[in-house]
């Protein structure tokens, strides 16, 4: 029996996490889901974004299935993700983007994924506006780079590469502008190729590799990246393969894992039931697969495929004309999990 901590989260949150667990059940798997608040949710219910009830039980568990939070834009209290991801020193953030047969994108055969660095950088929270006589006349964010932590994450991605398959590292940076920083990064990351010679390694700067995604997006297998590079590609990554509706991401720790999709929490459809789950479901079985339940996430990722392959019971996002939503959509990767059975 595993023990997972669940934050269903705010705006499409709570329904595409209820899809994700119900398939998720389906498989059989056993699971005891600890049911936790986070964000706006935990602000309403107990006027705090970040309860020390759901950081024990994360601590508990160590593993951690989220839905999205909503994080106030400029003012208001910090984001409770990067919060999360700083306290339990989940340094890796791995996002795939592998193409979808049945998408309606121009982009075919994508196969990647990205590995984030997720505790450093610009969203290190060292960040301070500079008054004269109260007015805000400047503003300073500094970026934190540090030897250790780079080489931890490019480790990481290298040996995720093994694990996957996959045959080539790029790391992506600036460092013909923030020769520090950047330059730091690519610096260790050169040093970390030597001790994986199976493994090819290059290097983009983060302008032109974004110009490539789009060009020629199947060059790519592995990218690791700092903090900010990671998140703005992983997104863009996401357009490549049909939307953010459809990529997951896993955040990795020595000590504990969270799971969650790469979108956020879409408010401008929350009450509407159309949400794509399935961004949410296969974070589900990212977890599958990290707790080492392979079988389990292999017929999850079978069952989403077929069914978006399909392309009759899913959300609008991907048919427009579908006239189904979040819950039908779970409920037919539900029946095709139990086909595979
Ligand atoms: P968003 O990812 O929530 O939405 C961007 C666009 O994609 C919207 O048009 C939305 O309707 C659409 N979309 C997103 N997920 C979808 C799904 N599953 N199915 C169909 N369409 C979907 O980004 P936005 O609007 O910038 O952020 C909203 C809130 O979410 C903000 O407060 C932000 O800080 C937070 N956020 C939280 C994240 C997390 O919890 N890990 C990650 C990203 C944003
Ligand atoms: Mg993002």
Not at 53 to 66: E, N, P, V, W, Y
Not at 253 to 258: E, F, I, T, Y
Not at 299 to 328: C, F, M, W
Request: with cysteine.
């Amino acid at each position: 029996m595993h023990s997972i901590t669940l934050i269903p989260g705010d705006g499409i949150g709570p329904a595409i996490v209820d899809a994700a667990v119900k398939v998720i059940e389906a498989t059989g798997v056993p699971i005891t889901w600890d049911r936790q608040l986070a964000g706006m949710a935990a602000v309403e219910k107990l006027a705090n974004p970040l309860p020390d009830a759901t950081l024990d039980s994360i601590r508990q568990h160590r593993l951690c299935l989220k839905g999205p939070l909503t994080t106030p834009v400029g003012g208001g209290y910090r984001s409770v993700n990067v919060s999360l991801r700083q306290t339990f020193n989940l340094y890796a953030n791995v996002r795939p983007a592998i193409s979808f047969e049945g998408t309606a994108t121009p982009f075919k055969d994508v196969n990647l994924v990205i590995i984030r660095e997720n505790t450093e950088g610009l969203y290190a929270g060292v960040e301070h506006f500079i008054k004269v006589d109260e007015e805000r006349i400047a503003a300073e964010s500094i970026a934190v780079i540090t030897a250790k932590g780079s080489e931890r994450v490019i480790r990481y991605a290298f040996e995720h590469a093994r694990k996957a398959g996959r045959n080539k590292v790029t790391l992506v940076h600036k460092a013909n502008i923030l020769k520090c920083t950047a330059g730091l990064f690519l610096e260790i990351g050169r040093e970390v190729a030597k001790d994986y010679p199976d493994i090819e390694f290059d290097d983009r700067i983060v302008d032109a590799c974004c110009m490539q995604l789009v060009m020629k997006p199947h060059t790519f297998d592995v990218i690791v990246t700092t903090n900010l590079f990671g998140d703005i590609l992983s997104d863009l990554a996401a357009g490549l393969i049909g939307g953010l509706g459809l990529t997951a991401g896993a955040n990795i720790g020595r000590d504990a894992a969270l799971f969650e999709a790469v979108h956020g929490s879409a408010p401008d459809i929350a009450d509407l039931g159309i949400a794509n789950p399935t961004a949410m479901i296969l974070a589900g079985a990212m977890l599958l697969e990290h707790i080492g339940e392979r079988s389990a996430a292999r017929k999850i990722e079978h069952a989403v495929r077929a069914v978006i392959r399909d392309g009759r019971v899913v959300t609008p996002d991907l048919n427009p004309t579908s006239g189904y939503g979040t819950q039908d959509m779970a409920d037919a990767i539900v029946s095709r999990i139990s086909e595979l059975d």
